[in-house]
């Protein structure tokens, strides 16, 4: 509790400006560029989509529009166990993100002092380097004759991770274990930020009145400054939820063929069988799924506005 | 007792520095890699250290001038989605108007979609326009507009006092 004395006195509350009468047209012309950007590569990507997704043929004869919406059910009728791998993966890592990004979000806001900025750049660091060579480097660390699985093996947490079906055998590698772990991995910084930029917004004296009141310090967290940091933690949920469902680099590195996800099954439709229809359906059965879970889940948790 | 009442404060402090640790490890094991000689092709087990690797850093094919055209791409889709979001978040947060919603959800839904779903629906576009991948790559901007966008509502925010 040591940031409860330090807290600055507060500011005084910023005047409100006079609503503007001028320029009714302003805001549209501040829009224009980057509505025109989003419609040129983000509805039309989406319509062409669309209509690929529909069209029956073949790559020699060419695609035409049939109308035929039976693709989606074939690909969802071969592929479920795809979809049902990615969303059960991915809500796994946001759990684990959430769980290991809290302490660190309240260390950097509330305990880190002067080394603030440090953990700050250290968080980001990662970043630096190509993701593809940081998730790599996992294969070094999580190797079958490395120190971690030896470590895990000698604990006889392997044993574990086996009857829960996590891993198999004397190996992480090319397990859903490997997989969930390189997608923390890789969006453990997306939960930070949020989760740092809604617990820093806190003023520390309210921690310190919960003290007045009595309240211990897990009471204090549960009823004060977890509520208060639910913005960080929706918007952090969200930003690692939706990117880990599509994500295909992890299982493509990490995993084996028992442990494709749906990103996978739409990377080789797209690029090696070239089934465009398929994987079209695909990515919009997807991004169906991902939309009505997130609104579901914002609705939930009552936070509208997300940031 | 008083290295248990020492570990109950100092807590969160562990867990944090735990979690750094989690988020730094492959960055060291990159850099202490950057040193070994492997034997073949792969580089994931530990030879003998070398500075092979590092005195030709250009020594791989196309190494620096894909380098420069990383860093081409990202300068330009900095200053792109800079200028862009901005103006939005300018747009949103100063102003009222009719079509707020359809603007937000316009905005958000890009970010609801699996980097993967966008990239397909790119490649979608640019196969029926039967266009060639080149230098430009339009999709990193798409992909930081809407990021940014959030940064910069946050900020205008700020400035602002607290938005209805």
């Known amino acids: ?101 809290y302490p660190l979000a309240y260390l950097i806001a509330f305990r880190a002092g002067r080394w603030r900025n440090l953990i700050m750049v250290l968080v980001i660091a990662p970043f630096f380097t190509s993701f593809l060579i940081r998730t790599l480097a996992w294969k070094t660390i999580l190797a079958d004759n490395g120190p971690v699985v030896h470590t895990l093996n000698n604990l006889h947490i392997l044993e574990l991770t086996n009857w829960l079906g996590w891993t198999a055998g004397d190996r992480v590698l090319a397990t859903p274990l490997a997989v969930v772990c390189g997608l923390t991995y890789n969006f453990l910084p997306f939960m930070i930020l949020p989760l740092y930029t809604s617990l820093e917004r806190i003023d520390g004296r309210l921690h310190e009145a919960a003290g007045d009141l009595y309240a211990k310090p897990f009471t204090t967290f549960r009823k004060v400054t977890f509520p208060l940091s639910m913005p960080g933690v929706v918007s952090g949920t969200l930003l690692t939820f939706i990117p880990a469902a599509g994500d295909y680099v992890n299982a493509d590195l990490l995993g084996s063929t028992d442990t494709r996800m749906v990103g996978n099954v739409i990377q080789t439709q797209f690029l090696r069988i070239l089934d465009y229809p398929t994987a079209a359906a695909l990515s919009f059965i997807l991004m169906a799924a991902i939309l009505v879970m997130v609104t579901f889940y914002i609705r939930k948790s009552g936070t509208e506005d997300l940031v | 007792m008083a290295f248990v009442n020492w570990l109950k404060r100092h807590l969160v402090v562990i867990a944090g520095l735990i979690t750094l640790g989690y988020l730094l490890l492959p960055n060291i094991v990159v ?37 420069s055209i990383s860093l081409q791409i990202a300068t330009l889709a900095t200053v792109g989605a800079t200028i862009l979001g901005t103006m939005i978040a300018f747009a949103l947060v100063r102003y009222r108007f009719r079509a707020r919603g359809a603007v937000n959800s316009l905005i958000f839904l890009p970010m609801a979609m699996p980097e993967v779903v966008m990239a397909a629906s790119l490649l979608t576009l640019f196969l029926n326009l039967g266009a060639q991948l080149g230098l430009d790559d339009p999709d990193r901007p798409h992909h930081v507009l809407p990021q940014l966008r959030r940064g910069r509502r946050q900020g205008a925010r700020d400035v602002d006092g607290p938005a209805p």
């Not at chain 1, 501040?30 to 069209?55: D, E, H, K, N, R």
């Not at chain 2, 530990?46 to 500075?51: E, G, I, R, V």
């Open chain 1, 1 to 101: 509790m040591a940031a409860v004395t330090e807290a600055p006195p507060l500011a005084p509350a910023p005047e409100k400006k006079p609503p503007r009468k001028r320029g009714r047209l302003v805001p549209y012309w501040l829009l224009l560029p980057g509505i025109l950007w989003l419609i040129v590569f983000f509805a039309l990507p989406m319509i062409y989509q669309a209509s690929t997704s529909v069209q029956t043929g073949s790559l020699e004869e060419g695609y035409k529009v049939t109308w035929h919406f039976a693709t989606y059910w074939d690909a969802l009728s071969q592929y479920w166990p795809q979809f049902l791998r990615s969303v059960s993966y991915a809500a796994a890592a946001t759990v684990l993100c959430l769980l290991l990004g």
């Open chain 2, 31 to 67: 850099t202490v890699f950057s040193f070994n000689k492997p034997k073949g092709r792969f580089n994931y087990e530990w030879q003998q250290f070398s500075l092979d690797a590092w005195k030709q850093p250009c020594g791989v094919a196309d190494m620096c001038g894909s380098l």
